[in-house]
């Protein structure tokens, strides 16, 4: 299991959110997790803009446990319809690591110390259906219940349910010849690399 060390910490409230079911590969689910390019145009019904499609450039990096990418924009986490109270030009620190095969966590750093952790964690049932485990924690709005805050993430997974289940092929080409890429897709490019160094055959299944 990778490391979620603020689970069960009393300055957080820890929940794990119903399990999703995808009719979509674990490793094209893992790499829509990481994909920092999708937002404007997946999430808008949830806490992205259109209007805010641009992607800055960022660094990915390998560790001991897999990848690490620490990505800095003004996309808002903040749900749409609500006021976003952060200082104006803030920039939104995404950290995201990559513990490979089929985990993922997600950092979302909010103004004042305030911090979202979600663990990614893709459960192959078979090669084209996936499981999704996602422990959430976070230190802020611990009045929220936890029916609403799993019912928010729960949108936000579903956005990313529907962009994985349209991807063709439906497996994850380690190939980076068959399919185009872009500099956005950095840490995509690392975890397909990843994959094929622990040995995965050219198209990833499960």
């Not at 962009?163 to 185009?180: G, R």
């Amino acid at each position: 299991m990778p490391p979620f060390p603020i689970w069960g910490n009393e300055d957080y409230s820890s929940f794990l959110a119903p399990t999703i079911d995808i009719n979509g590969s674990a490793g094209r689910q893992i790499e829509g997790f990481v994909d920092v390019a999708h937002f404007a145009w997946v999430h808008t019904a949830t806490f992205a803009d259109r209007n805010n499609a641009f992607v800055p450039s960022y660094k990915v990096s390998r560790t001991a446990e897999g990848i690490h990418t620490d990505y800095l924009s003004t996309v808002s986490n903040y749900p749409k319809g609500m006021a976003d109270p952060s200082p104006e030009g803030f920039k939104w620190l995404r950290e995201y690591d990559i513990y490979p095969p089929l985990c993922a966590r997600l950092i979302v750093h909010f103004p004042e110390g305030k911090q979202l952790w979600i663990l990614n964690a893709a459960s192959p049932i078979s090669a084209r259906k996936t499981r999704l485990f996602c422990p959430i924690a976070q230190n802020f709005d611990k009045t929220l219940s936890v029916e609403d805050a799993c019912a928010f993430n729960l949108k936000i997974f579903n956005e990313d349910r529907e962009m994985v289940e349209n991807q063709k092929p439906e497996e994850l080409p380690l190939d980076l010849q068959a399919e185009a890429h872009i500099m956005a897709d950095k840490t995509s490019i690392a975890y397909r690399k990843l994959l094929k160094e622990m040995g995965l055959g050219k198209s990833y299944t499960s």
